[in-house]
């Protein structure tokens, strides 16, 4: 996490061009724990990288594969069930923040290859919405109630859209 957030704070300094963040997150997403630290880091923060993602780092991410597109379907989930959770406990922040996330995962998802993020978006949506599948674990794990169910099934369908 610390790798990334220097990168991220060099990068939204104009001290690290695109190509170079990009190679550094390439690096990052070569282990599921960088892979995590990136996306805590990069899909959390105020910095704009996330919402308008340079080419040279969605092309690094696309050649890292399935395991960028599984955490990148994982935040999808998990951030739309927080955001939810944080609108029923009246924290407008916190839901604004999960929003964030989820915007930001539908976003990226799209530009990632596409065959990979259908077939990972499928195992969440039959989890999510006919309670069966290898995700049901992951879902069961966060204790996600129904309506989480329901709203993290119309994320994954936003991704199409």
Excluded: C
């Excluded at 996330?101 to 077939?119: A, C, M, Y």
């Amino acid at each position: 996490m610390e790798q990334a957030a220097q990168g991220l704070a060099l990068w939204e300094a104009g001290e690290l061009s695109d190509e170079v963040l990009a190679d550094q997150v390439a690096h990052l997403v070569n282990s599921r724990d960088g892979a995590r630290g990136f996306f805590v880091v990069s899909l959390s923060s105020d910095s704009a990288l996330m919402d308008r993602p340079p080419e040279p780092l969605v092309l690094q991410l696309r050649q890292a594969g399935e395991g960028v597109v599984d955490l990148t379907a994982r935040n999808l989930a998990m951030s739309t069930a927080m955001a939810l959770h944080h609108q029923r406990s009246g924290d407008a922040t916190q839901q604004a923040r999960s929003e964030r996330v989820r915007d930001r995962s539908t976003e990226l998802l799209r530009q990632l290859d596409p065959n990979l993020v259908k077939q990972r978006l499928e195992l969440l949506l039959q989890a999510a919405g006919q309670a069966s599948g290898p995700d049901l674990d992951f879902l069961d794990r966060w204790g996600y109630d129904p309506e989480q169910r329901r709203a993290i099934s119309e994320a994954v369908l936003a991704v199409a859209a």
